[in-house]
């Protein structure tokens, strides 16, 4: 059983969570076959045969819950470096280029006209092919930064952190595509914390080398498919079940669109664009398990886990590959008020809802009490309502005392409604900004360095308690 660790970094709002397999190297726990399809793609990379450890990641830009699950793996590796006399181990960057997304955005926060925050969107880069926003990044060419508007921009904080990522692109323009690109931004940007991987790896460069693996599946598409649908029984919201239509059965690879979009193909026209040397990338279960494979210890984040355990089943049933153990990691760090131009946090009050006062004003002389009580007078309308045979004129006259009743006490209790509406607005704005503050995805740029600091050294602290 993994042994979860959350330990306070700055308070309570500020959490790591790291689960480690029992082991850190489980080799010698590994079948044959695992340990020669783990030779075979290393060689196949180009990656040495020492201990890695290895994260992956959507190229988006990270929040520090994403950092913390790549500070892990290099500090795994670090640790195991000076453990051992061998001396020889390192990390590799596995990127999930599959992903339907535009890396060359970053979420800020921005000032509106009425001097509140907002979080915002913004593209980093000039627009280049003509591609779909929510294509993969594996289709997308390297593009170079733009010249980005900073006047809306809620503090200095954040113009910073912006300009350190704008510049990273620039330096960045010769990768190979757009989630290559993003990478080195994000190497570059976390520096401080992270060493330079061995090597960065795409999804689409692991299924080029899982030849033997890709054969099979689109020979075998009822099976895999079978395998896989039986796999998800077990959680049937970790994903889709793959379709089964024979020998153009779904296999687990996206095919992609001329405009980057991704799409679900059969074996048939995989085995197809794979022919004609066109894009095709793994599905999460079988990229990500090609990782599991290749490194010593890979680190998921919170979200992983679970589809792993789908993933797992299915690479045992179909391929006959037990996929070695992996870590978790993950935290919550936000950044600073000052960062996010709230100069202090507006504490959010638990009042009568405007909505429940205007249905009932009599609700404002006993606000704490429960909805469900009702006074007198509109209990007794409610009654005759209810007793009344339906669509008949007692029961229209009931209601329209009612109607007159509840008007009636919005006149008398007006000005106290008027209070209480202008009062909720202001606390949905104070609910809207609190939650801004304790928002834990905002860009890891955002937060403070010495926060990011005692995350790592709490990651090597909890790998030093563990021998690593």
């Known amino acids: ?50 201990f890695l450890s290895g994260a992956g990641h959507q190229p988006v830009l990270w929040h520090a819950g994403i950092l913390a699950k790549f500070i892990t793996a290099s500090r795994l590796a670090s640790a195991r470096r000076a453990a051992s006399t061998q001396g020889a181990s390192n990390w590799v960057h596995f990127l999930s280029d599959q992903d339907a997304s535009d890396p060359f955005r970053m979420d800020v926060p921005l000032r509106d006209a009425t001097g509140s925050i907002r979080r915002a969107s913004i593209r980093l880069v000039v627009e280049g092919a003509l591609l779909a926003r929510d294509g993969v990044a594996a289709a997308r060419p390297a593009q170079g930064a733009r010249l980005v508007d ?30 290559i690109q993003l990478a080195q931004v994000m190497h570059e940007c976390a520096s401080r914390w992270l060493p330079a991987p061995c090597a960065t790896l795409s999804s689409h460069a692991l299924i080029t080398c899982a030849g033997a693996i890709l054969e099979r599946i689109v020979r075998e598409p009822v099976e895999s498919a079978q395998a896989f649908n039986a796999a998800l029984r077990a959680d049937p919201r970790a994903a889709k079940p793959l379709h089964i239509w024979g020998e153009s059965s779904e296999v687990p690879l996206w095919g992609v669109r ?132 339906r669509k008949s004129a007692l029961r229209r006259d009931a209601y329209r005392a009612l109607s007159e009743h509840i008007a009636a006490l919005r006149s008398t209790r007006r000005d106290e409604l ?45 790998l030093s308690a563990r021998g690593h």
């Open 258 to 389: 001329s405009d980057g979009r991704r799409e679900r193909i059969g074996a048939l026209e995989a085995r197809r664009r794979i022919d004609q040397g066109r894009l095709v990338l793994p599905r999460a279960f079988l990229a990500s398990g090609l990782m599991r494979v290749i490194c010593n210890t890979f680190v998921h984040g919170t979200g992983g886990a679970r589809y792993e355990r789908v993933g797992e089943a299915w690479w045992r049933e179909f391929l006959g590959i037990e996929l070695p153990p992996f870590a978790t990691a993950s935290a919550t760090l936000v950044p600073e008020l000052a960062a996010l131009g709230l100069a202090r946090e507006t504490p959010v009050e638990t009042s009568l809802a405007y909505r429940r006062a205007w249905w009932d004003p009599t609700q404002l002389d006993r606000p704490r009490e429960p909805h469900r009580i009702l006074e007198p007078v509109r209990a007794a309308l409610l009654e005759r309502i209810a007793e009344a045979p």
């Open 1 to 50: 059983m993994n042994q979860p660790l959350t330990s306070a970094l700055g308070g309570d709002s500020n959490a790591l969570l790291l689960e480690l397999p029992p082991e850190t190297d489980p080799a010698q726990h590994l079948s044959s076959a695992t340990l020669a399809l783990r030779q075979q793609l290393r060689e196949s990379l180009g990656l040495p045969a020492h």
């Open 150 to 179: 900073f006047r809306d921009f809620a503090s200095e904080r954040a113009v910073d952190a912006c300009t350190r990522v704008l510049a990273a692109l620039g330096r960045s323009g010769g990768a190979a595509h757009a989630g």
């Open 418 to 462: 008027e209070l209480l509406r202008a009062s909720e607005s202001h606390q949905q704005v104070a609910r809207t900004q609190s939650a801004l503050a304790h928002d834990r995805t905002w860009p890891f740029v955002l937060v403070p360095e010495s926060a990011i600091d005692a995350l790592a050294a709490a990651i090597a602290d909890r």
